[in-house]
Protein backbone atom coordinates (compact mmCIF):
# COMPACT_ATOMS: atom_id res chain seq x y z
CA UNK A 1 0.00 0.00 0.00
CA UNK A 2 1.39 3.62 -0.67
CA UNK A 3 -0.14 6.80 0.33
CA UNK A 4 0.51 9.94 -1.93
CA UNK A 5 -0.59 13.22 -0.03
CA UNK A 6 0.73 16.55 -0.19
CA UNK A 7 -0.04 19.19 1.69
CA UNK A 8 1.51 22.73 1.48
CA UNK A 9 0.75 25.91 2.84
CA UNK A 10 2.41 29.14 2.02
CA UNK A 11 1.88 32.51 -0.34
CA UNK A 12 1.45 32.55 -3.61
CA UNK A 13 3.88 33.66 -6.05
CA UNK A 14 1.79 34.99 -9.07
CA UNK A 15 -1.57 34.84 -9.83
CA UNK A 16 -2.80 31.81 -11.37
CA UNK A 17 -2.39 31.04 -15.11
CA UNK A 18 -5.17 29.62 -16.78
CA UNK A 19 -4.25 27.31 -20.02
CA UNK A 20 -6.68 25.89 -22.69
CA UNK A 21 -5.09 22.65 -24.45
CA UNK A 22 -6.39 21.68 -27.74
CA UNK A 23 -9.08 19.62 -26.54
CA UNK A 24 -10.49 22.34 -24.61
CA UNK A 25 -9.29 21.28 -21.31
CA UNK A 26 -8.25 23.99 -18.96
CA UNK A 27 -5.41 23.91 -16.63
CA UNK A 28 -4.75 26.02 -14.11
CA UNK A 29 -1.16 26.48 -12.31
CA UNK A 30 0.35 28.47 -9.39
CA UNK A 31 3.70 28.48 -7.32
CA UNK A 32 3.42 28.13 -3.46
CA UNK A 33 6.40 29.47 -1.49
CA UNK A 34 6.73 26.94 1.79
CA UNK A 35 9.35 28.26 3.89
CA UNK A 36 10.87 25.51 6.24
CA UNK A 37 13.75 25.79 9.01
CA UNK A 38 14.87 29.23 10.59
CA UNK A 39 17.88 31.23 11.07
CA UNK A 40 20.83 30.41 8.88
CA UNK A 41 19.05 27.58 8.03
CA UNK A 42 15.60 28.56 6.45
CA UNK A 43 15.14 27.65 2.88
CA UNK A 44 12.07 29.02 1.08
CA UNK A 45 10.93 25.66 -1.67
CA UNK A 46 8.25 26.56 -4.38
CA UNK A 47 5.66 24.16 -5.30
CA UNK A 48 3.96 24.16 -8.82
CA UNK A 49 0.48 23.19 -8.31
CA UNK A 50 -2.05 22.85 -10.71
CA UNK A 51 -5.95 22.12 -11.20
CA UNK A 52 -8.11 21.18 -13.92
CA UNK A 53 -11.28 22.04 -15.76
CA UNK A 54 -14.03 24.20 -14.20
CA UNK A 55 -12.50 24.31 -11.14
CA UNK A 56 -9.53 25.88 -12.30
CA UNK A 57 -11.62 28.63 -14.26
CA UNK A 58 -13.92 29.26 -11.09
CA UNK A 59 -10.89 29.55 -8.38
CA UNK A 60 -8.54 31.91 -10.50
CA UNK A 61 -10.03 34.86 -9.02
CA UNK A 62 -9.11 33.93 -5.71
CA UNK A 63 -5.93 32.47 -6.27
CA UNK A 64 -3.48 35.60 -6.55
CA UNK A 65 -0.40 36.73 -5.50
CA UNK A 66 0.44 36.65 -2.13
CA UNK A 67 -2.72 34.84 -1.14
CA UNK A 68 -1.68 32.52 2.17
CA UNK A 69 -3.46 29.59 0.82
CA UNK A 70 -3.35 25.44 1.97
CA UNK A 71 -3.63 22.65 -0.58
CA UNK A 72 -4.02 19.24 -0.61
CA UNK A 73 -3.31 17.21 -3.21
CA UNK A 74 -1.06 14.46 -5.13
CA UNK A 75 2.52 14.71 -5.74
CA UNK A 76 2.77 14.37 -9.68
CA UNK A 77 5.94 13.86 -11.99
CA UNK A 78 6.00 15.25 -15.31
CA UNK A 79 8.66 14.61 -17.68
CA UNK A 80 9.13 15.91 -21.48
CA UNK A 81 11.81 16.38 -23.72
CA UNK A 82 12.52 19.84 -25.72
CA UNK A 83 15.47 20.06 -28.38
CA UNK A 84 17.20 16.50 -27.04
CA UNK A 85 17.12 17.38 -23.41
CA UNK A 86 15.12 15.78 -20.50
CA UNK A 87 13.38 17.67 -17.94
CA UNK A 88 11.69 16.68 -14.81
CA UNK A 89 9.30 18.55 -12.84
CA UNK A 90 7.51 17.72 -9.30
CA UNK A 91 3.91 18.92 -9.01
CA UNK A 92 1.17 18.68 -6.60
CA UNK A 93 -2.70 17.70 -8.25
CA UNK A 94 -4.43 20.05 -5.97
CA UNK A 95 -7.42 18.02 -4.46
CA UNK A 96 -8.36 20.70 -1.76
CA UNK A 97 -7.86 23.81 -1.13
CA UNK A 98 -8.28 26.23 1.34
CA UNK A 99 -9.02 30.04 0.32
CA UNK A 100 -8.89 33.44 3.30
CA UNK A 101 -12.53 33.83 3.80
CA UNK A 102 -13.16 37.57 3.90
CA UNK A 103 -14.93 38.85 7.46
CA UNK A 104 -18.24 38.55 8.40
CA UNK A 105 -18.72 36.68 5.36
CA UNK A 106 -18.91 33.45 3.68
CA UNK A 107 -17.58 35.01 0.25
CA UNK A 108 -14.38 34.23 -0.71
CA UNK A 109 -11.62 37.57 -0.68
CA UNK A 110 -8.00 38.49 -0.86
CA UNK A 111 -7.07 38.41 2.82
CA UNK A 112 -7.13 41.53 5.13
CA UNK A 113 -4.58 42.89 8.04
CA UNK A 114 -5.76 41.74 11.19
CA UNK A 115 -7.56 44.85 13.30
CA UNK A 116 -4.94 45.77 15.97
CA UNK A 117 -6.51 45.85 19.52
CA UNK A 118 -5.78 49.38 21.33
CA UNK A 119 -3.02 49.17 23.58
CA UNK A 120 -4.53 49.15 27.18
CA UNK A 121 -2.85 51.50 30.00
CA UNK A 122 -0.97 49.68 32.55
CA UNK A 123 -2.70 50.50 36.14
CA UNK A 124 -0.57 52.20 38.05
CA UNK A 125 0.43 51.72 41.31
CA UNK A 126 -2.30 54.33 43.04
CA UNK A 127 -4.71 52.53 41.45
CA UNK A 128 -4.79 49.55 44.29
CA UNK A 129 -5.66 49.28 47.80
CA UNK A 130 -5.32 47.25 50.30
CA UNK A 131 -8.78 46.51 50.71
CA UNK A 132 -8.49 44.96 46.95
CA UNK A 133 -7.03 42.36 48.16
CA UNK A 134 -8.53 38.91 48.92
CA UNK A 135 -6.21 37.44 51.60
Not at 3 to 9: I, Q, W
Not at 51 to 66: H, S, T, V, Y
Not at 91 to 106: T, Y
Amino acid sequence: MSVNVLVVAGNVGADMEIRVTPAGKSIGKFNIASTSGWGDNKKTSWITCKMFNDRAEKLAPFIKKGVLLTVTGSIDVEEWEKEGVKYKQVCCIVNDIQLPRSEGANSLAAPQAAPQAAPQAAPQASDFDDSDIPF
